[in-house]
C-alpha cells in the first residue's frame, strides 16, 4: 500500500476542541531540548516489503546505516521512549539492527500477521499505553528514514494545543500522511481495532473516528521542514538513489 491515505473527506479538520491552556503551561515550563514526556514514538515495520524484494526493508542498509535505526536515532530527539512494531520473524533482526540506540525499546509482535498497517497501529499504540503509559504517540514507517523530529514536535504540539485525539499533514493533493502523524494513543488504537472490524481497513479510515486536525503541507515549508520527511524508500531503487545523495 502507499504510505498515505486518500482523504474521504474534504473538509480541513474535524476537530472542534479548543486551545488547552494548562497544556500550554505545562510546555513553555520545559526546556526546549528536552523529549516530550507525553509522547513516544511507534515505528510500524510489519510490513512485507514486497516492492523491495527478498530483503526486509526495516533493516535495510542506508549508506552504512539500517532503515530502521536512521528512524529510531531521529524519534530521540522528541522522545526516549519508542515501541517498534514487527512480526515474531523480524524481531532478532531489528534488535540487532537498532542495538544500542539511545531510546528504551519494546517490540509489539503482530498477534495476526498481514493485518495491514492499521492493526501495526493499533498492537503498537497498545503496547505504549501498557509499556509507557503516554497520551500521545508519533507513528513513523519504518521506511522514512529521513523523518524531520521538528515535523513530529510541530504535530505533536497541535494535536495537544488543540486537545485533539491526532495531528495529520494533508498534502496538496489532498492525501493524509498518516504514517509520519501523531495520535493520542487510547482513542486511536480503539479507532484502529474498529476498523479492523469494518469493511474499509485504510488507516485514514481509522483516522475519521477520532477528532483530529490537520496541518496543510505548506505549512512545513514556513516551518523549515526537511523536504526529504515525507520520503519512503519503497525500493532498492528509491534506497539506491537516497544512498548516493548521503554520499
Ligand atoms: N504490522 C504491520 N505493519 C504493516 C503491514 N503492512 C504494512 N505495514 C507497515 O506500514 C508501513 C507502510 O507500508 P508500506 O510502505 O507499503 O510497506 P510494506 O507493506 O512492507 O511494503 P510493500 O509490500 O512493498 O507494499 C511500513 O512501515 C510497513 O512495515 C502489516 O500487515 N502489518
Ligand atoms: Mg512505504
Redesign the pocket.
Known sequence: ???SDRSRSDSSSNSNASADADADTDRESKPESAPAPDLAGL??????????GDED??VADLAGTPMIRRVVDRLAAVTDAVVV???EDQRGAIAAALEGCAPTIEFAL?PV?????V???G??LEAVDETYGREFATVV????PFVDPDLLELLFERARDADADGAVVQLEDGWYQT?QAVYRTEPMARACAETLESDDKRIVAALERVDYVTVAEKVLEDADVDDATFE?L??KEALEAAATRLE
Open positions: 500500500m502507499s504510505p515505528v510500524i515495520a510489519g510490513g512485507y516489503s514486497t516492492r523491495f526493508k526495516a512494531n514487527c512480526r503482530d500477521e498481514d493485518r495491514g498497517p492493526a501495526g497501529i498492537t503498537g514507517a519504518c521506511d522514512m504514517t519512503s519503497d525500493t
